[in-house]
């Protein structure tokens, strides 16, 4: 079905002379990867629908995507893998976030995040290693955006919507620490 929505989308491209041929290959490599996005972001707003929880899955994965975006983390193998396991760890953490008051705990395993970031971020992946530069770069950056979040949470720490912050937070140090495990051996 993607496949073919790509092959519409490239021949309209080719059509309109938008493209060239020699593209073809870089054109379709994108467009599937948006497609990808929108298949994932659909989901994910069914699924926050389901639990009732628009707005804590809007914080939740803002959160979530800011850190991620710098702090890496581990990837599954195949496309389909990670719409699975995407939805699944989307999923567990709405419906425990529903459940779980913010307090002390949620609180702890918040600053322990942060000290996986500080130690762990960024994670290299066989798609992307990144040069000593860049691993500096988004070092600073992933500690910043957490410890940006974190501050952000216990500043409204009356606010109950802002654990979903916090669980963003949580969720990214996990990734992080499952990435690096993962991977390694990369350097």
Partial sequence: MIEKIEVFIINNLLKYHLVNNDEIDIYMFGIECYILKIIHYL?????????GCIWEFMIFVL????????????HA????????ISNFILSIVLLIGQKIEK?????????????????????????RILSCEEHK????SAIMVCFFELILSFIGYKVEC??????????????????KIKYFCIK
């Fill in 43 to 51: 989901t994910y707003f069914i699924i926050a629908m389901l639990c």
């Fill in 63 to 74: 959160s979530y995507i800011l850190l991620r975006k710098y702090a890496g983390g581990i």
């Fill in 77 to 84: 193998n195949t496309r389909i893998g990670c719409l699975i």
């Fill in 103 to 127: 307090g002390i705990l949620i609180s702890a395993l918040s600053f322990l995040s942060l000290f996986i970031i500080i130690l762990l971020a960024p994670v290299d992946n066989p798609n």
């Fill in 137 to 140: 770069k988004f070092k600073k």
């Fill in 162 to 179: 802002l654990k979903w912050v916090q669980f963003g937070v949580i969720v990214g140090a996990f990734m992080t620490l499952c990435g």
